[in-house]
C-alpha cells in the first residue's frame, strides 16, 4: 500500500540547518609564481628535483605520484597514467604493537584512474 502526503508538513515552519550540514566552501590556496620558482631554485640537483617538478605539472597527488611505475609514462604520446595509489595503512600486530605498512592500491574513485598530458620542460 503507498500513502501520499496531501500537504507539505513543514510549510509554514521555520527548519534550523545545523552548523555541521552547511556546506562551507573550502579556500584553497595556490602557489605564487614566486614559490615555484623558490621550490624550482632549493630543489635543483637534489633527488627530490623531478617528483617536486612533477607534481607542480601536473598538480598529482602525493600517493599517485609514488605509486607511478615506468610503463605509467608513453613518451611517444607524451602523458602518463594514473592508475594506483601507494598508501601508509595502520597494521596492528599479533602483540598488539602498531606498525605502518606501505601498500599499493587503486585509486579511491574511478575518476582519479586518468590520462595527464606531460609537456616537454
Known amino acids: 500500500m503507498i500513502f ?13 540547518i545545523p552548523e555541521s550540514a552547511t556546506a562551507e566552501k573550502k579556500v584553497v590556496s595556490v602557489f605564487t609564481e614566486e614559490d615555484i620558482a623558490a621550490i624550482r631554485k632549493h630543489s ?21 605520484l609514488l605509486g607511478l611505475k615506468w610503463k605509467d609514462i608513453d613518451y611517444d ?22 606498525d605502518f605498512k606501505c601498500v599499493i592500491q587503486p585509486p579511491k574513485s574511478k575518476t582519479s584512474e586518468r590520462t595527464i598530458p606531460i609537456l616537454d620542460p
Open 77 to 98: 604520446l607524451q602523458e602518463l597514467k594514473v592508475e594506483r595509489t601507494l598508501k601508509y595503512i595502520n597494521v596492528i600486530n599479533e602483540d598488539r604493537s602498531r
Open 44 to 64: 635543483k640537483g637534489t633527488r627530490l628535483e623531478c617528483i617536486l617538478l612533477m607534481a607542480l605539472g601536473t598538480g598529482m597527488r602525493q600517493g599517485e
Open 4 to 16: 501520499y502526503l496531501l500537504k507539505n508538513p513543514c510549510l509554514g515552519r521555520k527548519l534550523v
